[in-house]
């Protein structure tokens, strides 16, 4: 896990009340002078602060499950071994058989991906289907082999894929949670994975997947990039004919942790154009926008596909690295820059005038602040990229989380394997949304000042470390 160094010193100081008064409220009107401009017109600060925000004590689900961090944990590295992410999704293959895929990033002890038979060599594969998250009854259980037919590599993770039946004595069972496991054979560090199925009442997305131009490949992202050939596919090879429609759409980025006043009503999405594609053949988008595939023009149901640039989830072009450093940065620092003739120049001003013009630790910011964007595309963009949606913004500004807890409705980040800081958690609340299943909101507080904005400060001084 990376560490910032300089924000577990402000976190520790924080969260165990030895920072001074008048320390905390010199950092918090600095940088609410610099805030209050960027506030939405008519916005007003709430006159009560809410309830402290939750812990992971009080909010954790009734049978907790817990999910790896997006990168190692201290524990991890002193194994030398770890699995960074792993993110699952299954295909119904008959009524009672599902095709479970699940994408896993890991790292060897000299750093990189390990093939396939050198992650065989050093974990195993569990797993365990419950009814429901609150049901700790074994439907069934058992180990995965890790062999060529069901460990694979794809681009720059390792794919597992293999087959789960429904128990044969639960005909009625309609839905279950996977939970899977991998372990670390020499530490026993484990890393978990809860995948919700459906047996019946099967979405769209259930029996058909975004596979590459072969059909062999499933990708378990909600993103392509322009001009690539992909395919949505099953696993029978059905011929069908699915209706799509193009929305260019710019989305807005995620408010402030601490923004509680109401959400704004939803705009609703004009549609720019209209096609079909044909199931189990390969199509190629050429523009990008927000797409989104049923099966008949009143389905309730369907899939949506981001289409980026090419560089996506990579971020190089200046007008677009303007966006992203909203969450560090004052309205008219990103007026200034966006309506610069040279966005480049604008851009470099920016980074050079918070680093007192100090060129090193701008480079090394800049590197630290876009790894952080990248991740958050790649792991969380779902009808909008990922850096715009609450997790990604999380992510970017405070890394990725120590440890993982969910159930059907929410999901918990912890933070609270840092050195002599105390237990802070965000929760995310479910949301139905029509284009993807994985769309979650942060329930926002404004008792996450004292964290947030030291952080935040961190990263305009260039303390952030890697």
Not at 152 to 167: C, E, S
Request: charged letters at 25%; aromatic letters at 10%.
């Amino acid at each position: 896990m990376r560490t910032l160094l300089y924000c577990l010193t402000i976190l520790s100081l924080s969260a165990c009340g030895s920072l001074k008064k008048s320390q905390q409220q010199r950092i918090n009107s600095a940088y609410e002078a610099r805030t209050e401009a960027s506030r939405p017109a008519g916005a007003q600060q709430p006159q009560q602060a809410r309830p402290a925000p939750p812990t992971a004590g009080t909010s954790a689900p009734t049978r907790p499950v817990d999910v790896p961090a997006t990168a190692p944990t201290v524990a991890d590295r002193l194994s030398g071994w770890s699995v960074t992410s792993i993110k699952g999704k299954f295909l119904s293959l008959d009524s009672t058989t599902l095709l479970i895929v699940l994408d896993l990033t890991a790292q060897m002890p000299e750093g990189g991906l390990p093939s396939p038979a050198q992650f065989a060599e050093h974990f195993q594969l569990a797993y365990v289907m419950y009814p429901d998250y609150n049901n700790r009854e074994r439907l069934a259980y058992g180990n995965i082999p890790l062999d060529g037919q069901i460990l694979r590599r794809q681009g720059n993770h390792l794919t597992m894929a293999f087959d789960i039946k429904r128990p044969a004595n639960r005909t009625d069972l309609a839905n279950a949670v996977l939970l899977t496991e991998v372990t670390e054979i020499a530490s026993g560090n484990k890393a978990r994975n809860d995948l919700p199925l459906r047996f019946r009442n099967l979405r769209l997305s259930d029996r058909f997947a975004l596979t590459d131009a072969t059909g062999r490949a499933v990708e378990l992202r909600n993103y392509i990039n322009v001009g690539d050939t992909v395919r949505l596919g099953d696993l029978a090879n059905t011929k069908k004919t699915l209706y799509g429609v193009r929305y260019r759409h710019d989305f807005d980025a995620a408010s402030s942790p601490m923004n509680t006043s109401p959400r704004p009503a939803q705009k609703s999405l004009v549609v720019d154009s209209t096609l079909t594609i044909t199931t189990n053949q390969p199509f190629t988008l050429p523009r990008e926008g927000l797409y989104y595939f049923t099966e008949d023009t009143t389905a309730e149901n369907g899939i949506g596909l981001v289409v980026a640039d090419k560089r996506f989830p990579k971020m190089t072009r200046p007008e677009k690295l303007i966006r992203p450093v909203l969450y560090m940065s004052t309205s008219s620092e990103i007026n200034e820059m966006a309506q610069a003739q040279d966005t480049k120049k604008a851009l470099d001003r920016y980074w050079l005038s918070l680093m007192s013009g100090n060129e090193e630790t701008a480079r090394r910011t800049i590197r630290a602040y876009y790894d952080r964007v990248e991740d958050a595309n790649r792991l969380f963009t779902t009808y909008k990229e990922g850096w715009k949606t609450d997790k990604g913004m999380i992510y970017i500004v405070l890394g990725p989380p120590d440890r993982i807890q969910r159930n059907r409705e929410r999901e918990v980040w912890v933070y609270n394997r840092r050195p002599n800081v105390s237990e802070i958690n965000f929760t995310f609340t479910k949301k139905p949304n029509q284009f993807v299943e994985d769309h979650y909101e942060l329930v926002r507080f404004m008792e996450y000042q004292p964290v947030w904005y030291p952080i935040v400060e961190a990263w305009r001084t260039g303390a952030i470390r890697e």
